[in-house]
């Protein structure tokens, strides 16, 4: 498919979700996202969220603009923004884990770079540390 690219971006929570509030947001992701064509996966730990969005450049350069928008999100960092020749997610209209502390350990190279500090956060530190953490999520899930 030619014209792919993936969105990887890294935000915090303005408030923490209960799990309903999680999972009334999913549905609706997902919804659209099936719309769109747009597939993916969404990590959600402690008010942090890592996301890679993939699909058509222009439909993913617009979701993204309404992503940076949302006042649900603060810190919005996007870590990575490339084309690509194929979708890693091809059968997730938006995969999702909710991880915590405990079960985090358990993730091949998981590395606790989610809990970084807001304001002492940096992108081009962690681009190498979130595709290792999502191939990892990928290969073992």
């Not at 064509?37 to 008010?47: C, H, Q, R």
């Not at 490339?82 to 979708?87: A, G, Q, S, V």
């Not at 358990?106 to 002492?120: A, E, N, P």
Request: glycine share 4%.
């Amino acid at each position: 498919m030619p014209d792919l690219i993936h969105i990887v971006y890294m935000s915090f929570s303005s408030k923490a979700l209960s799990e309903a509030e999680l999972n009334g947001f999913l549905s609706s992701i997902r919804r659209k996202n099936q719309d769109q064509d747009i597939t993916g996966l969404l990590l959600y730990n402690d008010e942090a969220f890592i996301q890679v969005i993939e699909g058509r450049k222009g439909i993913i350069d617009h979701v993204f603009k309404l992503i940076s928008q949302d006042a649900r999100h603060s810190n919005i960092v996007k870590l990575l923004e490339e084309p690509i020749d194929k979708r890693a997610f091809p059968d997730w209209s938006m995969g999702f884990r909710k991880l915590d502390h405990t079960n985090n350990t358990k993730i091949v190279g998981y590395s606790d770079f989610m809990h970084q500090d807001k304001s002492r956060f940096k992108a081009t530190e962690c681009a190498e540390s979130v595709r290792h953490l999502l191939n990892s999520f990928k290969r073992h899930t």
